[in-house]
């Protein structure tokens, strides 16, 4: 050691290799230990990242805005193709609505009739017979658009205009229980049924082809109401007696009639043997469409229709089988007095109301024991009352005025609304909204019953 201290060469050379040495040193640390003192005052560079920050920021807030802009209107033209198709569903579901409305919106619980005038009320000059024929004049000028379709009055078959202008004929049909079967009770194109003494119902059958009528019966007497009701169709009469009210309002109007009882016509009734003798006298009382035009000569009756008389129905062509917009009515019972209890129930396979009376026993004609059937049901309600003092219990029907009732056809049903300014005047028939009702084509069954029976009827009855 003493002798390289000696040597400045050596001293020289062995400084510098110390040099050098610490260098090498001073290189390695800086690169472990500086790093992380360099990131302590990384913290001031830091402030830099942070001014730099921004720019990449905004460059990727760019990016996704422009990314959504264009996957925005992706989305808006899905979202706008998906509500097209919930629009359009919406629509047809209320098609199959339509034809049937809810039970509750074709029901009333009670008719409220407005009657100003009674059957039993006595005739005056204050509702003269020429009262109607000058009220129709204006309704009579749609007239005008019969040349394109001449319908009969009863049905709405296309027919001729001859055969439309022929007077009808309205027979009344005893409907006591004991009497049944009617005999040529389907031959019939409108019936009328309503309460007599006693909780029993008449029927009085309108036909318009009664030429060719084959044996009809038992004829039963008359009501005065039934006389109120001829009116709707300048009818001709064929009755067998009637009450006291009833001969006096036919002979005040001069009703062209035949009466079996008292009224001289030995070709027009007889009396069948095997009735009187195992039904009773009183229900043996026929006719038949040889003896009314037999009746008719002898009596030298009008048989053209009045020009001024109004139709009381209105009809669709045959062609069209309307379908009401209206509540459910397959199968209608009503307990139309303390007696008689009336069915109808549809047959969708004919489109028709099979009828059925006194408790579900079926409604049929005794000639060719074929069950009535018919298109288009109507009630209509009324105030019906006991006259006073009448010691037969017979009854005032309330004929002029207004009131409700259903149309029924085709398993549907809506309310309806009538009115009669006068026992000479033809019912008027509308909907509740005013609209004109117009029937099917086909036969018709009127029902006229009491307020009390709207609330009491089931139109969805089940045998």
């Known amino acids: 050691m003493i002798h390289i201290l000696k040597n400045p060469r050596r001293i020289l050379a062995l400084s510098l290799a110390l040099l050098m040495l610490a260098g090498c040193n001073r290189n390695t640390e800086p690169e472990t230990t500086p790093l992380p003192e360099t990131d302590a005052p ?9 001014t730099e920050a921004p720019a990449p920021e905004t460059e990727e807030e760019t990016e996704p805005e422009t990314e959504p802009e264009a996957e925005e209107p992706q989305t808006d033209i ?11 569903t919406p629509e047809p579901e209320p098609e199959p609505e339509v034809p049937t409305l809810p039970s509750s919106e074709e029901l009333l619980e009670e008719a409220d009739s407005d009657i100003s005038g009674y059957s039993n009320d006595p005739d005056s000059e204050a509702d003269p017979a020429q009262t109607p024929a000058e009220e129709p004049v204006p309704e009579a000028e749609p007239e005008p658009e019969e040349p394109a379709r001449i319908f009969n009055y009863l049905t709405g078959a296309t027919t001729t205009e001859e055969e439309r202008d022929q007077r009808p004929v309205a027979i009344m049909l005893n409907n006591l229980r004991k009497s049944l079967p009617q005999e040529g009770l ?13 909780g029993i119902t008449r029927i009085m059958m309108l036909v318009s082809d009664y030429e060719n009528l084959g044996t009809v019966g038992s004829v039963r007497s008359s009501r005065d109401y039934f006389v109120d009701f001829l009116a ?11 009450s006291e009210q009833a001969y006096a309002k036919i002979s005040w109007r001069g009703i062209e009639n035949m009466d079996g009882v008292n009224m001289y016509l030995p070709n027009t009734f007889w009396r069948d043997t095997w009735r009187m003798n195992n039904v009773g006298y009183e229900h043996s009382m026929m006719t038949s469409g040889e003896g009314i035009v037999a009746g008719i000569k002898q009596k030298g009756y009008r048989t053209a229709l009045d020009p001024n008389q109004v139709p009381m129905f209105n009809f669709y062509d045959e062609e069209t089988d309307n379908q009401l917009v209206g509540s459910p009515a397959p199968h209608v019972r009503m307990e139309s007095t303390s007696l008689q209890t009336v069915d109808f129930v549809y047959n969708e396979e004919t489109g028709e109301y099979l009828r059925y009376q006194y408790d579900g026993m ?10 009535l059937s018919v298109k288009n049901v109507i009630i209509l309600f009324t105030d019906i009352s006991l006259i006073p003092g009448d010691a037969a219990g017979r009854l005032a029907v309330g004929t002029v005025g207004s009131g409700q009732g259903y149309y029924i056809t085709n398993g549907k049903r809506k309310v309806i609304n009538w009115s009669r300014e006068s026992k000479t005047s033809t019912v008027h028939l509308e909907y509740r909204n005013g609209d004109e009702l117009i029937l099917n084509c086909g036969k018709t069954f009127i029902c006229v019953v009491d307020d009390s029976v709207a609330g009491k009827i089931d139109f969805e009855y089940e045998w």
């Not at 990384?42 to 942070?50: G, K, M, N, R």
């Not at 899905?78 to 359009?88: G, K, M």
């Open 42 to 50: 990384a913290v001031t560079e830091t402030e830099e990242p942070e």
């Open 78 to 88: 899905a979202d706008e193709t998906e509500p097209e198709p919930e629009t359009e």
């Open 186 to 198: 389907c031959s019939g194109e409108v019936f009328y049924e309503c309460a007599a003494e006693g």
């Open 232 to 242: 709707n169709h300048d009818a001709l009469y064929v009755h067998a007696g009637g």
């Open 362 to 371: 079926p409604h049929v004609d005794g000639t060719t024991d074929e069950q």
